[in-house]
């Protein structure tokens, strides 16, 4: 009998489930829907929403329901032709005749980041699929693929034919349009290729009954400066805490220098000056040194800027008498514009390069004009530079190799380069203007 009394309750908790689901297109018109932005063109065609470019620079349009959302489960099928691009807006608002905001990406090409979060017209992605290739294979080129989100709080989740895709905390936009998006063509072959939508519900109560399990994929945490419940879990902390100066000092006296940084909107800055190293305010360093950690560091450069973030640093025996203090470096530059990029071996003063030793990749995937995330990885003798979750390169110090490599480099008369078990953790001021947030760092056994 109590088997029959709870299979019971798990119909009625499904049928009520069910009933809560509203379909937002009924298969005949666009009743209920805007258009906003460019020039391409929706139409109902066989049961589907299908949207075409008229015109080459014709810019993105949206097509969406005239009606405000906040926490939701969306669910919808679509299908894209080859050479294309597209997404489907989430909370998002217009300004003017532009549509900004979240948006589930549909991404047909090589790259194949169907399912991740783009934020259009704003951050750029928060999300991409780069660590996750499950939901890069998910995608079924050329036939109809199912769409899942759900956004609840501050959390955004999505889902491509039934994998997992993305993870995000945010808390920019707590409701706004749902949308559809023809993207800009910039070529006449590209002129007039479709993508259609169709079976599109959503359901906004009774969202505890349809809310996913935990699934694992890995979670970014995008509130500025904060950490998440994971992120305490897995022992990251904060290493800039988005206000003050505390825990960060100059790197020639105990005190935070008194010109050339300050602190806007939860963002640390390098301000302008004269390009020179370390000649203004002069570099910050950590408070605490540090031995085996990941290290991860949001940036944004402006033009022609140069900056770097230094590991390793000892002061207390490298102790440079003008300019920068002395360490490893994960280069930050505007490779296009700052003459440094054609300097070293190699490219190895381009941004991601370990500084005047190590090149990075040409092919690095930098975001210009969006914050971009460097991670340092040290795990013993063993160091790793990333950016945007792609390994850009990877060495081993206190080696023979390691050696023959800083002999022929500018850090050859330096004390012990590189091979110290621990040092402080440096940004530095080169003159030019740099961004940084989202300081964090999880110390490894």
Known sequence: MKRIILAAIACLLAMNADAQWQSLFNGKNL??????GGTAEYKVIDGAITGAS??????????????????????????????????VQLRSHISGDRMYGYQYEIDPSSR??????????????????????????????????????EAVGNRIRTWINGVPAADVLDEQDASGYIALQVHAVYDEKSVGKTVSWK?????????????????????????????????????????????TTAGWHSHKSPEFPSKGWHIENGMLVVE????????????????????????????????????????????????AMSGSSIGCEFQILDDAR???????????????????????????????????????IVRGNHVEHWLNDVKLLEYERNSRMWDALVDYSKYRNWINFG???????????????????????????
């Open 272 to 319: 302008k000056a004269d390009g020179a190293e370390s000649g203004n305010g002069g570099d910050i360093i950590t408070d605490r040194k540090y031995g085996n950690f990941e290290l991860t560091v949001d940036f944004k450069i402006t033009e022609g800027a140069n900056s770097g973030i230094k590991y390793f640093v000892n002061p207390d025996v490298n102790n």
């Open 199 to 243: 079976d599109i519900r959503i359901m906004t109560e009774g969202l505890e009954y349809e809310v996913s399990p935990e699934n694992g994929i890995a979670q970014k945490n995008c509130i500025p400066n904060t950490i998440s419940e994971r992120e305490a879990a897995e022992g990251w902390k904060l290493l800039w805490d988005g206000k």
């Open 419 to 445: 091979n110290f078990p621990t040092g402080h953790i440096l940004i530095q001021d080169h003159g030019d203007m740099v961004y940084y947030k989202n300081i964090k760092i999880k110390e490894l056994d």
């Open 112 to 149: 194949a980041w169907t399912g991740g979060i783009y934020d259009e017209a704003r951050l750029g992605w928060l999300y991409p699929l780069t660590v996750n290739p499950e939901a890069r294979a998910a995608f079924r080129h050329g036939d109809w693929n199912k769409a899942r989100v």
């Open 338 to 376: 700052h003459p440094d990029a054609k300097l070293g071996v190699n490219g190895n003063r381009r941004l991601g390069s370990l500084y005047d030793l190590i090149p990075a990749p040409e092919d690095k995937p930098f975001r210009k004009g969006f914050f971009n995330t460097a991670k340092i």
């Open 54 to 87: 008229t015109e080459v620079k014709g810019g993105n349009t949206f097509l969406y329901v005239d009606r405000e959302y906040g926490d939701f489960i969306l669910e919808f099928l679509f299908k894209i032709d080859e050479g294309s691009n597209s997404g």
């Open 31 to 36: 009743k209920g829907w805007k258009t906003a």
